[in-house]
Nanobody, 114 residues
Framework: QVQLVESGGGLVQPGGSLRLSCAAS????????MAWYRQAPGKQRESVAR???????LYADSVKGRFTISRDNAKNTVDLQMNSLKPDDTAVYYC????????WGQGTQVTVSS
């Protein structure tokens, strides 16, 4: 079964940027696309960005205009460029299919704090 490994998180000041990367051990084609999710302490996991097989993208209102999702089908990777980060973006970030059908990876911690 395909395994997902997220990386690129860290501590960043408000207004800063990070680029997250998700590497899959196999093909990650999904008719529902690939997505980045996040889970903040005490909150439910939520989808923040999705990229469809045709390249179309969808974003949660809270990150629209600040985050950009992209994918490299040849490398089986999905990236998330995060700009203008806010403290509310603090969470563990995960990738998965658009319907979260694969086993969850360990995630990568993003902390936005001064």
């Amino acid at each position: 079964q395909v395994q997902l490994v997220e990386s690129g998180g860290g501590l960043v000041q408000p207004g800063g940027s990070l680029r997250l990367s998700c590497a899959a051990s196999g093909s990650i084609f999904s008719p529902n696309g690939m997505a980045w999710y996040r889970q903040a302490p005490g909150k439910q996991r939520e989808s923040v960005a999705r990229i469809m097989p045709g390249g179309g993208t969808l974003y949660a209102d809270s990150v629209k205009g600040r985050f950009t999702i992209s994918r490299d089908n040849a490398k089986n990777t999905v990236d998330l460029q995060m700009n203008s980060l806010k403290p509310d973006d603090t969470a563990v970030y995960y990738c998965n299919t658009g319907q979260a059908l694969l086993p969850w990876g360990q995630g990568t911690q993003v902390t936005v704090s001064s």
